[in-house]
């Protein structure tokens, strides 16, 4: 099933899927686990910098192949594409998703960058995310927040004919220090605005309620990044205090194990949304 009937259907029913960044081998192998565990599907993401980490090739095979392995249904997908550029690297190299990230450019020069990117996603049959408004990038103040506005989320969705839109609505990149509050308020106007399945981004430190309660309303892809890094690095420090062990395939399942546990954590809280 193509990403796009696969988000209109869990639009239509009030459901959402998680999308999971992936680093390498094993945080990979950590998230497909859990989709595989749980026989739920999975979005895996790649960032610019993951894909400069690993290779673009390297990069996609290891995912698709990641897929077949585990028999997880999945997508690829670009996370925050900074360019038409690497949005078309990344459509070469089978992308079945790309992002577009204009959300930092002024409301017009986002809709030109984001209708670029889906002109050229057509001729592959991909699937394309943007934003509008703008979530809080890692280490960036969560103070000075732009929520996504109704009425041009609307405008921005007709004039340049995505797939996805990323929406501001309380949440930020990386862990918060203080408990988020959604404005679901907002997010419910939004819904009403636009029929495109909406995505979550910041979805890392979001309590469940919160999650559920965005996704009955219209969310339908959750984004989960810091807590899978987190929990691989928090765990191999951990295994390797006082650990002389140099097979390195003895270490990482340990941590790999952690990113299975709480993922599936993550997918029983969206599939139980309903
Ligand atoms: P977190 O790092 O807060 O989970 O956000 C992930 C994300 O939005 C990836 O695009
Ligand atoms: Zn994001
Ligand atoms: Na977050």
């Known amino acids: 099933m193509k990403l796009k009937e696969k988000l209109q259907q869990l639009r239509s029913e009030g459901r959402g899927i998680l999308a999971t960044n992936f680093y390498n081998l094993e945080t990979l192998h950590g998230v ?10 999975l979005i895996l993401q790649l960032t ?15 995912g698709r192949t990641g897929l077949k392995q585990f028999g997880v249904e ?35 020069e986002n809709i030109k960058i984001t209708k670029e990117v889906v002109a050229r996603a057509k001729k592959y049959g991909a699937h394309v995310e943007a934003e509008l408004g703008y979530v809080a990038k890692l280490g960036q103040s969560h103070d000075d927040k732009v929520f996504t506005q109704p009425e041009e989320a609307q405008q921005f969705v007709e004039e340049t ?20 509050e959604l404005q679901l308020g907002l997010l419910e106007r939004i819904a009403e605005a636009t029929p ?4 979550l981004h910041g979805g890392s430190g979001v309590p469940a309620s919160q999650l559920q309660a965005a996704i009955s309303r219209g969310i ?32 990482f399942p340990v941590a790999t194990g952690e990113i299975t546990k709480l993922v599936k954590g993550k997918l029983e809280t969206i599939k139980n949304n309903s």
């Open 220 to 251: 339908c892809k959750v984004n989960l990044a810091t807590e899978i890094k987190n929990i691989f690095m928090k765990t191999l420090q951990i295994e390797l205090r006082n650990n002389e062990e140099i097979d390195l395939r003895k270490v």
């Open 74 to 108: 999945g997508w690829i997908h670009l996370d925050h594409g900074g360019s038409v550029e690497l949005a078309q690297r990344c459509l070469d190299a089978g992308f079945d998703s790309v992002m577009i990230d204009g959300s930092e450019l002024p409301f017009e």
């Open 161 to 180: 004919g995505i797939d996805a839109l990323a929406v501001a609505i309380g949440t930020a990149h990386g862990f918060y220090k203080k408990e988020p």
């Open 196 to 199: 495109v399945g909406l995505v």
């Open 32 to 41: 497909l686990g859990a989709a595989s565990e749980m026989n739920e599907p």
């Open 48 to 62: 610019q910098s993951s894909i400069d980490y690993m290779g673009l090739e390297t990069a996609v095979n290891l």
